[in-house]
């Protein structure tokens, strides 16, 4: 008796299956979604709910002109069947747009920023203001090692100071994106917070990391509070590497050089010039020194 009783359990739950079925087919979306999956309807029928799900995302997708005006459940991908043998295999893929945006964003990968303004992640040179002309010796100077870094990886960087405000970092940023863009390795740190991480479990992975890195910005370097510990044990040693292997280092500041040596002197013992000069010496190795003063972009 049970057997029997079984056995109608399963007509009725395979009529049932087929009334969905053949129900959700009068729609037209539904019933050409459908049919680009050359299955046997005794086996589309078993998937109904999520291949009505999948055909109103597929259906969204193909009318949409951008991953702003998506209305998935998931943004920027839709949930799709995959043939495997006689079953489907429902997964979310990305759409168009959202490959367009990873593939964009792909170079994200080859820069690391330390403590420093998201903003900075989409600093484009397409997006510099040009108009002053205060700028344009710096401009100039960066578009010209853009150009020359393939051919010559181990140029001098910059010493960039200038007012506050008046765009720095975010100039140095936009050549260090387009150099991410083609897989070179840089990174960016707010020098002032850098430091004040010092005594954090991560702190030997992470100067290790801008120590050896290709190319590395060094940021408000002048705005920290000066010690002789993070003058001589963290920014000495780190200068002195990258000065032996020649890599590219740059640094901003609202200081100038020599502004910067009387404050690097200064220490609880009294005025140090010697060792403030070890370090203005091997600043002086590894960059140029431009000044930029210009108009306050924050203000």
């Known amino acids: 008796m049970q057997s029997i009783i079984n056995s109608l ?17 009068k729609d037209k979306n539904f019933k050409d979604f459908v049919s680009k999956l050359k299955l046997d309807d005794k086996i589309l029928m078993q998937y109904t709910s999520l291949l009505e799900e999948s055909a109103k995302e597929y259906n969204n997708c193909s009318k949409c002109r951008g991953i702003v005006n998506c209305k ?10 995959r043939i495997s043998g006689d079953n489907l295999i429902f997964e979310y893929k990305p759409c168009k747009y959202k490959n367009e945006m990873v593939n964009k964003s792909k ?21 510099i203001y040009k108009t002053d002309k205060k700028r344009f010796k710096v401009i100039n100077w960066l578009l010209d090692f853009l150009d020359n870094y393939k051919d010559n990886p181990h140029q001098k960087g910059l010493f960039l100071h200038g007012n506050f405000g008046c765009g720095k970092t975010y100039l140095v940023s936009a050549i260090l994106n387009e150099l991410a863009k083609d897989g070179v390795k840089s990174a960016v ?44 044990e963290i920014l000495c040693p780190l200068l002195q590497y990258r000065m032996d292997n020649k890599l590219t280092t740059f640094f901003t500041s609202n200081l100038t050089i020599d502004e910067l040596k009387q404050l690097l002197s200064i220490s609880k013992s009294g005025v140090d010039e010697v060792k403030a000069g070890r370090i203005i010496a091997r600043i002086e190795q590894l960059t140029e020194n431009i000044e930029m003063i210009s108009k306050n972009l924050r203000s």
């Open 9 to 25: 359990d399963t007509v009725n739950h395979k009529t049932d299956l087929n009334k969905e079925y053949k129900d959700s087919l």
């Open 72 to 81: 998935n459940k998931m943004e920027g991908f839709a949930y799709l069947p």
């Open 107 to 127: 170079y994200l990968n080859n820069i690391k920023y330390f403590n420093m303004p998201s903003e900075l992640k989409n600093a484009s040179i397409n997006d």
């Open 189 to 232: 740190l707010f020098w002032p917070e850098f430091l004040r991480q010092a005594f954090y479990d991560d702190f030997n992975e992470k100067f290790d990391y801008v120590k050896n890195v290709n190319v590395l910005l060094i940021d408000d370097i002048g705005a920290e509070k000066v010690t002789e510990w993070n003058r001589d």
